[in-house]
């Protein structure tokens, strides 16, 4: 087997691993929902490195960045900077505020499913958990065989 030669030490993966321990609410939110939102149609990577730039969800396959940005990104020209290399590598770059996120992740999904042409829409959200035994067939036998016993 010939030798290789060591692969070169990206600088940046710390940096990501980092970034990906560490994320805001909306970014957790989120992620959820993406990564069972498209199987098969897309695969979305967290604080994928493009160039220079950590993006916070980014799709190679569709080329699609996912930027969750909070008040302080409002009006920023690092940002625009940014969305210009992204877009010059061919990349389309959707930005959402934390706030959508949080209170309004369906119209955020439904946003990124036309984008990258998902058809569709994101499916139905998922129905809440039931407490345990909330509902079930042994507590309604439960309590018939306890009124049997209390009638005794």
Known sequence: MPDRAPRPIDKRVPRARALRRDPTDAEKKLWLHLRDIF????????????????????????????EVDGGQHAD???????????????YRV????????????????ESICSSIGVDGGPPPPTPPRRRRGEGSDSDSRLSSARRGREEK
């Open 39 to 66: 199987p098969g149609k897309s695969h979305f990577r967290r604080q994928a490195t493009i160039g220079p730039y950590f993006a916070d969800f980014a799709c190679h396959q569709t080329r699609v960045v996912i």
């Open 76 to 90: 920023s020209l690092s940002d625009a900077r940014r969305t210009a290399y992204l877009e010059a590598r061919g």
């Open 94 to 109: 959707l930005r959402f505020w934390n706030n959508d996120v949080l209170t309004n992740i369906d119209g955020v999904l």
